[in-house]
């Protein structure tokens, strides 16, 4: 088990290296020029010239790399044009928002954790619980009603979803209050009636493509010879269905939930966009709309690294659900 966990942090640090030199590499792919955006209009090619060399921006390619890393680690100093020293995690300097890109992301990122995660919670017990029972129950008016469910999530899209319930919870009956973020810390009834629509919305869509999966799944397995086998020494449904056929149907959907809720933890455009709340995936996109080159690179470099701590989540949970991944 060491060993293969030792493989797999490897080879996420591998990717993760990957992912931070091509993210730095865009900075200077990019046409838009930072020192253009930071300077006023009346600033002479002196002016920006000294700004260039205040940035960096004239030093090789690897020193300033290596410059970017080291501030990620232990912090830096980015000169008087920047904000002078910027602590650990230091991800640079907006030159739009004239703050640190650190502070932004601090200010963002638990928006989209709290939208993320209880979400998440939410599709997964209704998905995959519903998804089993009504392979379990196959041609009952709850696998019809299942199968109903799934074919109307993956219809719908969720701006369509957010706001329907908008319309109805906030507009017309109103219920809830205009969805908002406050710290859980703060106020957890109000973090719970600002979110609990995109959570819904969120929850809807996903369950019922889940829903669909854990019924395949669960289907197939329960055609397997070892589940015939099991029913055939006498043991009980609860250890044939809970022990043997769940434990080997829900592996696929252990592969796509680490891919989902990884790629939804870099910034869930569409719901944040949907419900007004301010995260990960709308300071990217205005991000990329200013041109601002250091919050670009700092919003691909954490999607990323959630990414592959999901999947290295889901491989620590393979080598559980299957021992053999372990000798792979």
């Given at each position: 088990m060491t060993r293969f966990l030792v493989r797999r942090l490897l080879s996420a640090a591998l990717t993760l290296f990957a992912v931070s030199v091509l993210s730095f590499l865009m900075f200077f792919a990019l046409p838009r020029d930072p020192v253009t955006g930071m300077c006023p209009k009346n600033c002479n090619p002196e002016r920006l010239e000294r700004v260039r060399q205040e940035l960096g921006l004239r030093d090789p390619l690897i020193s300033q790399y290596a410059g970017y890393m080291k501030g990620i680690v232990t912090g830096r100093d980015l000169g008087s044009a920047q904000g002078g020293r910027c602590d650990a995690p230091c991800l640079g300097w907006s030159y739009v928002s004239n703050?640190?890109?650190?502070?932004?992301?601090?200010?963002?990122?638990?928006?989209?954790?709290?939208?993320?995660?209880?979400?998440?919670?939410?599709?997964?017990?209704?998905?995959?619980?519903?998804?089993?029972?009504?392979?379990?129950?196959?041609?009952?008016?709850l696998d019809r009603a299942a199968i109903g469910f799934s074919l109307t999530g993956a219809s719908l899209q969720l701006y369509f979803v957010g706001a329907v319930l908008l319309i109805v919870f906030v507009y017309n009956l109103r219920l809830l209050p205009v969805p908002s973020y406050?710290?859980?810390?703060?106020?957890?009834?109000?973090?719970?009636?600002?979110?609990?629509?995109?959570?819904?919305?969120?929850?809807?869509?996903?369950?019922?493509?889940?829903?669909?999966?854990?019924?395949?799944?669960?289907?197939?397995?329960?055609?397997?010879?070892?589940?015939?086998?099991?029913?055939?020494?006498?043991?009980?449904?609860?250890?044939?269905?809970?022990?043997?056929?769940?434990?080997?149907?829900?592996?696929?959907?252990?592969?796509?939930?680490?891919?989902?809720?990884?790629?939804?933890?870099?910034?869930?455009?569409?719901?944040?966009?949907?419900?007004?709340?301010?995260?990960?995936?709308?300071?990217?996109?205005?991000?990329?709309?200013?041109?601002?080159?250091p919050t670009i690179m700092a919003t691909v470099l954490i999607a990323a690294v959630f990414v592959v701590l999901a999947n290295v989540v889901v491989d620590l949970l393979y080598a559980v659900i299957d021992p053999r991944v372990r000798l792979g």
């Open positions: 703050e640190a890109v650190s502070d932004t992301i601090a200010r963002v990122l638990p928006v989209t954790l709290s939208i993320v995660i209880p979400a998440a919670i939410l599709w997964l017990l209704l998905g995959v619980g519903l998804g089993m029972l009504s392979a379990l129950r196959r041609g009952s008016w406050t710290s859980l810390f703060d106020n957890p009834l109000k973090w719970v009636s600002g979110l609990v629509l995109a959570w819904v919305a969120l929850a809807f869509l996903f369950s019922a493509i889940y829903a669909r999966l854990s019924r395949a799944q669960m289907l197939e397995t329960l055609s397997e010879d070892f589940v015939r086998t099991a029913r055939a020494k006498g043991l009980a449904k609860r250890t044939v269905y809970g022990r043997h056929a769940l434990r080997a149907a829900i592996t696929p959907v252990v592969t796509i939930a680490g891919l989902d809720v990884g790629g939804a933890l870099g910034g869930t455009v569409i719901t944040e966009t949907t419900f007004g709340l301010n995260g990960m995936g709308r300071t990217a996109v205005d991000a990329v709309r200013s041109g601002d080159l």
